[in-house]
């Protein structure tokens, strides 16, 4: 069972002859303005620390009578689960803040969201005014939005299911931390989305992409070779610490880590040529020197110097993982844990793919 939080006013001498008023909570509470656990709150009352006469001696009498309603109040709102501070009340907590201090510790797509979230609100929101009908709006809003950084180009139809579903799992972390009465998302509908290729590099593409250079940014074709060997997203390379990998139980090496998009506690086994790629042993950032901007023109030059025309991107490495995995006989439950998928289904697209491959490969073979 929980401790309810005790609240009591304590005082404070300060300069002047003055004594500050304050409350002091035990155990600490959440501050939804600055989302820090803090024990007081100064109420801006002050009382004459040696009242001199009877005006100054009514003046803090009254002045104490105001601070105690203050306490009164602010325990009935903790009884009553009303932490806004407390019953300033979290309807008037800054959404936005709340929003972007959460996007802070996320990843790229986050703070994508909540720069397009900050543009439709017009960069002022509270907690009060996130409603069934505004969130609707929004969903309106990215289904006809733009690029953030190219305003003549509009994001994808699947972009705008993806930015939705990250709003929607803020909801969700905002109502259990009990910033909203009930759920939000039980009201809202998913965006749907089209299906798209889910482009891949062959085998042989991918030894074709390790023998050429890739001389202005080394790094990005080592990092880029690792996640075709062992799925890692482009979040997860990027903050991949040393520490993070240790030997296994059976003899070689595995990644002990927490995913970023799923939050995901994983211990996944690296082969030898994946760890070699993390070069030698020490402390800090794997790929140190990683910037999620060279997985864009950098990333392209790179590929089309090997000679592929594919459209590929960092994330297809990842598909590559997958498809490279099932086809050479892997099951499809254990690349499903490799990838960290919650569900099999998830997984189940690149079974598809690779049964569509065979069906090409098995029509290549006639005798008319």
Request: glycine fraction near 4%.
């Amino acid at each position: 069972m929980a401790t309810l939080t005790r609240v009591h006013l304590r005082q404070r001498d300060v300069t002047r002859g003055r004594i500050s008023l304050y409350l002091d909570y035990y155990p600490a509470i959440r501050d939804p303005y600055s989302m820090k656990m803090t024990r007081r709150e100064y109420l801006g009352i002050y009382i004459y620390a040696r009242p001199k006469n009877e005006f100054e001696k009514e003046f803090n009498n009254e002045m104490l009578m105001k601070a105690e309603a203050i306490r009164s109040i602010r325990v009935q709102a903790i009884i009553n689960e009303e932490f806004g501070f407390l019953d300033k009340n979290k309807a008037k907590a800054d959404f936005l803040i709340y929003f972007k201090t959460k996007a802070e510790k996320k990843d790229q797509k986050w703070m994508k969201v909540y720069l397009h979230f900050s543009n439709f609100v017009k960069g002022k929101c509270t907690f009060g005014e996130v409603t069934v009908d505004l969130c609707n709006r929004f969903r309106d809003y990215l289904q006809d939005a733009r690029q953030l950084k190219n305003k003549n180009y509009p994001i994808s139809q699947n972009s705008a299911s993806g930015y939705f579903s990250t709003f929607r799992a803020l909801l969700k972390v905002a109502y259990k931390e009990k910033f909203f009465r009930e759920n939000l998302n039980d009201f809202l509908d998913s965006i749907e989305t089209t299906d798209v290729k889910k482009e891949y590099l062959t085998l042989d593409e991918v030894k074709l992409l390790a023998n050429t250079p890739c001389d202005d940014y080394p790094i990005l074709k080592t990092a880029s070779l690792f996640s075709c060997m062992t799925g890692l997203r482009i979040s997860d390379i990027l903050k991949l610490d040393r520490k993070e990998i240790e030997p296994a139980s059976d003899g070689g090496y595995c990644m002990r880590l927490r995913t970023e998009k799923t939050e995901t506690e994983t211990t996944l086994p690296i082969s030898d040529e994946a760890l070699d790629l993390c070069g030698k042993r020490g402390k800090g950032k794997v790929f140190k020197g990683l910037q999620r901007s060279m997985t864009q023109q950098p990333l392209k030059a790179w590929v089309v110097s090997a000679g592929i025309t594919k459209h590929i991107t960092f994330h297809c490495f990842r598909h590559t993982f997958a498809t490279l995995q099932i086809a050479l006989g892997t099951d499809i439950y254990t690349v499903s844990k490799m990838l960290t998928h919650k569900n099999v289904s998830t997984t189940q697209i690149y079974a598809d793919l690779v049964s569509s491959k065979k069906r090409e490969s098995a029509n290549k073979i006639s005798l008319k």
